[in-house]
């Protein structure tokens, strides 16, 4: 093999591994995004939207909620959550469903005449 | 009020015992005193407690006799044979609304009803529905202060609030009045806290709870003789914390399922072969020496 031969070989793999790299980063990042589900909630008298939610278990999910209107609060007590929801400020609620099934979450701030009706219920898959 | 009388005598009679509680519970059908309760010791009273009435509801499918079930119910307290040395309501009083107007109307009028019972000492208690919306302004200007105690035949009452905070929540200023107020009194001290929502995590996501409960009843816990009388529930309920009894009262506007028992919440219809099913009132016999309390279960049943 001449130098010139070798040379090309040379940038033909390191073209192929950079090429690679930048394929396994992309796949990484699609991965992130993959694992983490984001649900974005809104919060008003008095309902959530969306009020019926499925994710997949084992895949962290995050919980936007904001609320619309006043002060309300979001429990979810079969993953030992719960948050004040304010006006004009995005709670972030962080977990990884480690179960399957259908949990209800609620409003457990008082807020007006239809509190009792806040909830909602999330389901979790495989 | 005859009608009334023979309807309910010929309801079953239970009698059922919590062991280890030194409380009696009598499931009553008959608004007269249990005979047992006649030969009263020297030193023991009663009272009648009421609860969650939601004066102002109405739905025909839940209770269609919402504007007389409070009614009958003043009624059968004023029929007792022996009159109570006061009666307690122990929130909820009045139906939600989010109308400032409305809500004093509803307040007004629940305080003309209840001016016709014959006891004179009557003690009020907001729920979450009279005193959430607006931390309590309201309730205020009609029935007093939101949190209280007085003493009655050497029993110490707290009414403790934990509902005028929309989060449900005693508060640690309150805490620490009750905090100071306990150290008042002797450890064994006779104690009964009157409250609207369960201390305890009965079931919170049924909203039946009190987010900081556990700090009121480590407070408690440190002295030998505190019951817990409370409502909210809307059925009646017993429950230990350590040696400190909770009981549940029922309502006297429409029932609600045990705890846990379906998935979610929802008011129990009318039964109409068994008008007003779930819905009464208790009479609290209290024997102060022995620091025990025995609990009477009334129904509220007659024609509309």
């Given at each position: 093999m001449n130098m010139k031969k070798l040379v090309a070989y040379v940038r033909v793999a390191v073209s192929a591994g950079l090429l690679l790299e930048l394929m396994t980063m992309n796949s990484a990042a699609q991965d992130s995004r993959r694992i983490e589900q984001v649900i974005r909630i809104s919060a008003s008298s008095f309902e959530f939207k969306p009020s019926e939610i499925t994710v997949k278990k084992g895949i962290p999910v995050t919980l936007e909620i904001v609320s619309q209107d006043h002060h309300h609060g979001f429990r979810l007590s079969e993953f030992h959550l719960r948050a004040d929801i304010q006006p004009?400020?995005?709670?972030?609620?962080r977990f990884v469903p480690d179960k399957t099934g259908t949990f209800n979450f609620l409003c457990d701030v008082f807020c007006g005449e239809g509190?009792?009706?806040?909830?909602?219920?999330?389901?979790v898959v495989e | 009020m005859k009608d009334l009388l023979k309807h309910d005598?010929?309801?079953?009679?239970?009698?059922?015992?919590?062991a280890g509680v030194g409380v009696a519970v009598f499931v009553s059908g008959t608004p007269i005193r249990a005979a047992g309760s006649q030969q009263k010791k020297n030193d023991s009273f009663y009272f009648v407690q009421l609860s969650d009435t939601?004066?102002?509801?109405?739905?025909?499918?839940?209770n269609p006799d919402s504007q007389g079930t409070l009614k009958k119910a003043v009624a059968a307290v004023n029929a007792l044979d022996e009159q109570p040395d006061f009666v307690v309501f122990t929130g909820d009083l009045t139906q939600t609304t989010d109308d400032r107007k409305i809500r004093r109307d509803r307040m007004a009028e629940f305080r003309d009803i209840v001016t016709q019972l014959k006891v004179k000492t009557v003690r009020f208690m907001p729920g979450e529905h009279d005193a959430s919306l607006d931390r309590g302004e309201a309730y205020q200007e009609f029935f007093g202060d939101l949190h209280y105690t007085f003493d009655h035949n050497g029993v110490h009452f707290i009414a403790l609030d934990n509902v005028s905070d929309p989060t449900a929540a005693v508060g640690d200023k309150q805490l620490q009045w009750l905090q100071a107020d306990l150290k008042q009194m002797k450890t064994d001290a006779r104690v009964v806290v009157l409250t609207h929502r369960p201390l305890f995590d009965l079931a919170p996501d049924w909203d039946w709870a009190t987010r900081d409960g556990d700090a009121v009843i480590d407070?408690?816990?440190?002295?030998?003789?505190?019951?817990?009388?409370?409502?909210?529930?809307?059925?009646e309920h017993h429950h230990m914390t350590g040696h400190i009894a909770h009981h549940a009262a029922r309502s006297l506007m429409w029932a609600l399922p045990e705890p846990g028992s379906v998935p979610k919440k929802a008011q129990i219809p009318w039964n109409v072969s068994e008008p007003y099913k779930g819905l009464g009132f208790r009479n609290v016999e209290a024997e102060v020496a022995e620091a025990r309390y025995k609990i009477e279960e009334f129904s509220v049943a007659g024609r509309s």
């Open positions: 004009g400020v995005t709670q972030k609620i509190h009792e009706e806040m909830s909602g219920t999330l389901a | 005598l010929m309801k079953r009679r239970d009698l059922l015992k919590l939601h004066w102002g509801f109405t739905g025909p499918n839940i407070t408690l816990l440190k002295h030998p003789n505190v019951t817990v009388l409370y409502g909210h529930i809307h059925q």
